[in-house]
C-alpha cells in the first residue's frame, strides 16, 4: 500500500526525496540583467578587491624593476 495523506481534504500521496516540477526553469532575466551590470555579484567583493591589489602590487614591481634598472644604467655610464 502507497503512503497516503490528506491536503484540504482530499487525498494526496507521499512521496519522498526531491520532487520538481516537469515544467523547464526559465532563467529569471532580472537576475540576467543584474549579473551583467554589477560585476561583483559574479565575483563578490573578495574578487574585487584581489583584483585591486594584484593590480597594484604589480605596478609596484614594475616602478621598483625601473628604478633598479635607472641605477644599474647609471653605475656603469660613469
Do not use: C
Amino acid at each position: 500500500m502507497k503512503n497516503k495523506g490528506f491536503e484540504n481534504g482530499n487525498v494526496v500521496p507521499i512521496v519522498s526525496g526531491n520532487v520538481q516540477s516537469y515544467w523547464p526553469q526559465m532563467p529569471d532575466q532580472d537576475r540576467q540583467r543584474d549579473l551583467r551590470v554589477y560585476h561583483v555579484l559574479n565575483t563578490g567583493m573578495a574578487g574585487s578587491a584581489m583584483k585591486t591589489y594584484l593590480e597594484a602590487t604589480y605596478v609596484e614591481r614594475l616602478q621598483r624593476r625601473k628604478r633598479r634598472a635607472a641605477r644599474l644604467a647609471a653605475l656603469t655610464r660613469g
